[in-house]
């Protein structure tokens, strides 16, 4: 078992005082050194509370899935005899009300462009790897949300 640790800080701006009206950028900070700063989502909270420019959880849930698959994919398409030159993903995550009335990540697409070291695998030994990988994945494991790949056509 692994244990994975995130350490998010935020402070209000003195001079908000305890008006309802307060910026919310924070940081996240990681056991490795990094730090990313990060805010909600300007879709959720207006500016100037919200900065576009930062890293909103709603994104970071995103990225996470598709680096995930991503991830699995390499290593499945290494031992498949199909190294990978480079991988892009263009992920988009749709939120949507659910049962409750609240909302929640509903659909998340991801759209990975692969290309191969030498020959590539044909459409359906590239799916299968997908598939594979979408299996594995920790974080696609871990959530309700529904995560679709579509693959590029040949």
Known sequence: ?????????WTRDPDAGASPRYRRAHEWRFDGGAVIPASPSPH?????????ALVDPEEAFVASLSSC????????AQE???PVASYEDRAVGTMAAIETGEQAMTHVR???????????????A???LHNAAHRKCFIANSVKT???IALPAR
């Not at 078992?1 to 800080?9: E, F, G, K, P, S």
């Not at 991801?110 to 359906?124: I, K």
Request: proline share 10%; glycine share 4%; charged share 20%.
């Open 1 to 9: 078992m692994a244990q994975y640790d995130a350490h998010v800080t």
């Open 44 to 52: 959720i909270v207006p500016e100037p509370y919200a900065d576009p």
């Open 69 to 76: 698959h991503m991830l699995f994919f390499l290593h499945l």
């Open 80 to 82: 498949a005899g199909f």
């Open 110 to 124: 991801l759209s990975p462009a692969v290309t191969y070291v030498g020959d590539a695998p044909d459409a359906e």
């Open 126 to 128: 590239e799916a299968e």
């Open 146 to 148: 529904q995560i679709e």
